[in-house]
């Protein structure tokens, strides 16, 4: 296995849609769809990943920082950034302890957190997320190719 | 001096919205028992006024991110009895494909992650989780393969944006929905599985004498329409709810209370009572599987609702899979409608009852006055009344105090109660200085 299984947590809504756009800028960049993959839920980690594979999650954010800051962290040693409101059924820190219990995940996780600042249904995702996400899938892919 | 002792739980954990319980002892004995429903009011009702009628699906599915098929439903089945609108079989057979999606996602949910762990004194789903890896996988899959027919249909799993007055705004793509098929497959012998390993759960021993009411419908597990039927008076037509179902205000709760006319009598709605009154309507395997497990009517015991909700998503994925191996998009996906002066009704089966909606529309199609009486705040009633049973049963036989907390809050549990779906009214009282 060449690199960790991405996942990007979001929706079609505004700066939601940042974990998406992360991964598919991976896809651009040539990693497969089956190790790039987009969610709605974070409780689809339970049925995507292995403890084997490592792993890192990439999802929007909201806190008072600007559009487009990147926070990382590793899951669980450090806790997730804190984010203002949340929009998925069940949220990533659950749904990471749910999946760490089923044996779904690995026992670290690599989290990427994109700040976002417009969340409106439908709308585009702003300019400074769009940049950041790809920064961070060119990052990503740079890393990988260099370890 | 009378002694007298209070028993709190402060916060009702897994279950939807926020809500609490006071149990009040005198002399050691049940002196009172309050479901306090504190989530503040939610506005929708009064929010519906002056809107085009086609805003009412859309805006009434965010009154609940677990059940807004049945908002969505009720309330275009509502307005349509408005505009004598009648739709097609082919958007029929979607509407309940649809519906299927919900009661398999909410359904799947409340078992494994809300309800079971109770039967092993689990404090959470993550618990449980631990101990029941793989059951507690595949409870998920079936939530997810809800979500994903409901995604299918809708455009987008929670909140679904396709519904429409009239139909549908476009048929779904055939074969987003074909390619479901081998996992309903799966489904349905998992969904057997999950409803066998829910039966064997030690299942506190409690008889409720509720009355039971659901939709019945001939020849068919009621969804969408039908009268609504119960199991201690006639059946009645949708449209005649109001005069025998009421709600009423109380003190310690936000959310309405529903009970029956004259005197504010509890009654039961949900997974028990819809399987009580139609079980006979189940589908062939879900019906097999009951015998099988020994799971007979009328079955009293709350506790037990969680093998009803069971065998509900069993029932769900054998007509998904009917419908989903017969898909039939032709003709119009949507019926023209003339907006006149009237007013309609309906009730369709949420996940969790009978959920009952009501609208005055004008000629030009805006909404005068809506009415809508979710399945929660109408089993509050008979909720309380269960626990006053269950606890005076629990007093006499000497039950710790620190247990009676643990199972009374359990009890609530075991009826899926959706909170934030009760709080969705504002009653305004506008005094004129």
């Known amino acids: ?147 | 001096m009378s002694d007298e002792e209070t028993i709190e739980v402060p916060i009702l954990t897994r279950v939807e919205g926020e809500g609490a319980l006071t149990i009040r002892l005198r002399n050691g004995q049940l002196d009172d028992v309050q479901l306090r429903i504190y989530e503040p009011p939610r506005l929708f009702e009064t929010l519906l006024q002056g809107r085009p009628l086609e805003d009412a699906p859309d805006i009434t599915a965010r009154i609940c991110g677990i059940c807004p098929v049945a908002y969505q439903m009720s309330s275009i089945h509502a307005l349509e009895n408005a505009l004598g609108v009648i739709v097609s079989p082919q958007i029929r057979h979607l509407r309940r494909l649809l519906y299927c999606g919900e009661w398999i996602e909410s359904h799947a949910l409340h078992v494994h992650l809300l309800h079971a762990p109770d039967f092993f004194d689990a404090a959470s789903g993550m618990e449980l989780a631990r101990r029941f890896p793989d059951e507690m996988r595949r409870g998920l899959r079936l939530k997810k393969h809800g979500n994903e027919l409901v995604a299918a249909i809708g455009g987008r799993a929670i909140h679904p944006v396709n519904v429409a007055v009239g139909g549908f705004h476009r048929w779904p793509p055939r074969d987003e929905l074909r390619r479901l098929i081998p996992d309903f497959e799966w489904g349905l012998q998992a969904a057997c599985e999950a409803t066998r390993w829910v039966a064997g759960f030690a299942y506190p021993d409690f008889q409720s004498d509720a009355e039971f009411v659901a939709l019945s419908l001939t020849g068919e597990y009621a969804m969408n329409e039908g009268e609504i039927a119960s199991s201690r008076h006639p059946s009645i037509a949708v449209k005649e709810y109001r005069r025998h179902f009421v709600e009423r205000q109380v003190a310690h709760s936000t959310a309405l209370q529903g009970g029956r006319t004259p005197d504010h009598s509890p009654y039961l709605l949900g997974p028990l009572s819809r399987i009580n009154l139609n079980f006979e309507h189940l589908l062939p395997q879900a019906r097999r599987l009951a015998t099988e497990i020994g799971f007979s009517v009328p079955c009293r015991n709350p506790f037990r609702a969680a093998i009803a909700r069971c065998l509900e998503v069993v029932h769900a994925y054998e007509d998904a899979l009917r419908i989903l191996l017969s898909l039939d998009f032709s003709g119009p996906c949507r019926h023209a409608y003339q907006p006149e002066l009237s007013v309609g009704r309906a009730a369709t089966e949420a996940p969790r009852g009978t959920l009952f909606h009501e609208y005055e529309i004008d000629a030009r199609g805006k909404i005068v006055r809506a009415v809508i009486v979710p399945p929660t705040s109408q089993n509050q009633t008979q909720i309380e009344a269960d626990l006053r049973a269950r606890l005076h049963q629990q007093l006499t036989a000497g039950t710790l105090r620190e247990t009676l907390a643990v199972d009374a809050e359990r009890l609530v549990r075991s009826y899926d109660p959706c909170i934030s779906c009760a709080t969705h009214f504002l009653q305004v009282r506008w005094e004129d200085a």
């Open chain 1, 1 to 147: 296995m060449s690199h960790p299984l991405a996942v990007g947590v979001g929706s079609p809504h505004g700066d939601d849609r940042a974990g998406w756009l992360v991964i598919e800028r991976l896809h651009e960049l040539g990693v497969s769809k089956a190790d790039a993959r987009i969610v709605q839920s974070p409780t689809e980690l339970c049925h995507l990943g292995s403890p084997q594979r490592p792993l890192l999650v990439c999802d929007a954010g909201r806190s008072d920082a600007a559009a487009g800051i990147i926070d990382v962290c590793t899951w669980p040693a450090q806790s997730l950034p804190v984010c203002r409101g949340g929009t998925h059924d069940v949220s990533l820190g659950d749904a990471l302890s749910l999946s760490l219990h089923l044996g779904a995940i690995p026992s670290t996780v690599a989290i990427w957190i994109i700040n976002g600042r417009d969340f409106r249904p439908l709308s585009e995702p702003s300019r400074a997320v769009i940049i950041a996400a790809a920064q961070l899938a060119d990052h990503l892919w740079s890393e990988w190719h260099h370890a």
